[in-house]
């Protein structure tokens, strides 16, 4: 039965503008019907993941039922959805297209808070941002304990109101956890 669906549902798609060409396939391991040429072709199913993915993302972190969520953006269950889905650095997925709008205004996972690219280039802007500013005399000595949220170690930084880098990766991706009013004589 399902295979007559698919081969009817292959071939013909209803739109509100009329109908047109579209290809559907089988996953025998998901046990639906997904938007596609098939498995082995544009798609490959994850055992781990539990899930149909793109070819482009053969090279990815698995998490087991890693697609069995919402989408952290629209709250579209993504093990069901036909919007193009995408792998990130962390291991969680998105939507394609909420990914691209969150980064607009966003650097960082929105669920375990790791940074979704390589963020070299503007880490060094803050490290220069930082240089060429004075503290203001009372704050000079004083110092935060900071855990970094892409390497998830503990350590601690000058104090700053904005920006408090990691000693162990040098990512800004961090968060005060405590604030001293000791002396600061070593940054990490």
């Not at 081969?7 to 639906?32: D, E, Q």
């Not at 698995?62 to 995408?86: H, M, Q, W, Y």
């Amino acid at each position: 039965m399902a295979s007559n669906w698919v081969s009817m549902a292959s071939n013909w798609a209803p739109t509100n503008a009329g109908i047109f060409y579209r290809t559907v396939y089988h996953c025998p391991f998901c046990n639906l019907c997904r938007l596609g040429k098939g498995l082995g072709v544009d798609f490959f199913h994850c055992m781990k993941c539990n899930c149909c993915l793109g070819m482009k993302l053969t090279e990815h972190k698995c998490r087991e039922k890693g697609l069995e969520t919402n989408c952290p953006i629209c709250c579209d269950f993504l093990f069901t959805s036909s919007a193009a889905v995408r792998a990130l650095p962390c291991g969680h997925f998105m939507h394609s297209a909420c990914f691209q709008a969150y980064t607009c205004s966003h650097y960082t996972c929105p669920i375990c808070c790791k940074s979704l690219g390589d963020m070299a280039v503007y880490f060094g802007m803050l490290d220069a941002l930082l240089a060429a500013e004075e503290l203001p005399e009372e704050y000079r000595d004083r110092c935060q304990d900071i855990l970094c949220n892409d390497c998830e170690r503990k350590g601690r930084s000058q104090f700053h109101w904005l920006y408090h880098k990691c000693g162990s990766c040098g990512s800004y991706n961090t968060r005060v956890i405590k604030t001293d009013t000791a002396d600061c004589s070593t940054p990490n």
